[in-house]
C-alpha cells in the first residue's frame, strides 16, 4: 500500500472493523465488535462454541454483510471491493478444506490463481505451472500431483487446500478451525507451515481455532470473544490466564508455561462433583 508521505506515516491496518454487528430476527451473533490487525500479524479468534467466531470470518471474507459497522480492507470498505478484487487480496481456509473430489492434486492446487485472471483464464507474464511446482514442492505434495483428491487422506487433502490458498498469494488468510480434522502430527506440521509461510511472505493470518495450546505457541495475539461480544483483545500471553479461561468457557483450568518457550499451556481440573453424582 502507498504511505503518506512526510516525517509521520500511518500505516493503514490490512484489516479494521469498527461496531461490526450482526443480527438475525431476534439472535445477535455479533455486537459492535471494534479491533484493527496490521499488516502481517497472526491473530487467533478463540472463544466458547456460539460466541460468533465463525459469523465474524464470514463478515471479513465478504461472504455476508453486516447489520451495522464497517469491514475495511487496506483502507477500503470490503462491501466496495468486487469478489475477484476481494479474492486477490483475502482467501480463506475452512476446517473441512476440500472435498474428496476426482480432480487430480495439480489441478485443484492451479484453482487458486483463478482470481488473478482474465475471463479466458489466461494470465500475463506469470507462469502458472512453475508457481504451483514450487508449492507442491515445498508442501511435499510434488509425488501426489496427478493422484486424484479421493485418493487422498484427510490430512493430505488439508495440505492440498493450504497449497491452493499459498499459489492464490494473498495478503490476507483466514482460517476457520483448520486443524479440526487432523490428529497431532498433522496439527502441528499445519501450524509450522503457516508459520514459514508468514515468516517468507508477511502475509497476514486471522485463525479461529478451539486448541488453546496451539492457538498460544503460534498466534501472538488474541481476539477472544463471548455471546457476540469482545471478551478480551491483545497479546496471547497476556490473556490466557485462568481467571479469564474460567469465564470465558467455564472450566476450572490450570495454566502451566510451556517447557521451551514460557507460553502458557492449559491443563483442565475434573470437575469432582458431578463425576461423583453419576
Known amino acids: 500500500m502507498t504511505e503518506p508521505s512526510g516525517s509521520q506515516k500511518k500505516r493503514i491496518p490490512a484489516l479494521e472493523v469498527t461496531s461490526l454487528t450482526r443480527s438475525f430476527g431476534e439472535l445477535h451473533a455479533l455486537k459492535k465488535i471494534s479491533w484493527s ?63 474428496p473430489v476426482g480432480y487430480t492434486v495439480r489441478e485443484v492446487v492451479e484453482m487458486g490463481r483463478y482470481p488473478h485472471q482474465d475471463w479466458l483464464g489466461r494470465e500475463k507474464g506469470v507462469d502458472v505451472g512453475l508457481i504451483t511446482d514450487r508449492v507442491l514442492k515445498r508442501l511435499g505434495l510434488a509425488p501426489l500431483a496427478d493422484r486424484a483428491l479421493d ?14 490458498v499459498m499459489v492464490q498469494e494473498p495478503q490476507i488468510l483466514l482460517l476457520d478451525e483448520p486443524t479440526t480434522y487432523l490428529d497431532l502430527r498433522y496439527q502441528l506440521e499445519f501450524m509450522e507451515l503457516l508459520a514459514e509461510w508468514r515468516q517468507e511472505t508477511g502475509v497476514t493470518i486471522i485463525a479461529v481455532l478451539h486448541d488453546l495450546n496451539l492457538t498460544a505457541q503460534f498466534c501472538e495475539n488474541l481476539l477472544v470473544l463471548k455471546d457476540g461480544m469482545v471478551e478480551g483483545l491483545g497479546a496471547s500471553a497476556d490473556l490466557l490466564t485462568e481467571e479469564r479461561i474460567r469465564r470465558v468457557y467455564e472450566v476450572e483450568p490450570v495454566m502451566l508455561p510451556h517447557p521451551d518457550s514460557g507460553v502458557p499451556q492449559l491443563l483442565l481440573r475434573r470437575n469432582v462433583r458431578r463425576a461423583a453424582d453419576q
Open 37 to 99: 490487525v496490521d499488516e502481517g500479524s497472526w491473530w487467533g479468534v478463540i472463544g466458547p462454541n456460539g460466541s460468533g467466531k465463525s459469523t465474524l470470518l464470514h463478515l471479513l471474507s465478504g461472504v455476508d454483510r453486516p447489520t451495522a459497522g464497517n469491514v475495511h480492507i487496506y483502507g477500503k470498505k470490503a462491501g466496495s471491493y468486487s469478489r475477484k478484487e476481494l479474492s486477490r487480496l483475502v482467501a480463506v481456509l475452512q476446517q473441512e478444506g476440500l472435498p
Open 151 to 164: 485418493h487422498l487422506s484427510g490430512g493430505q487433502r488439508q495440505r492440498v487446500a493450504l497449497a491452493k
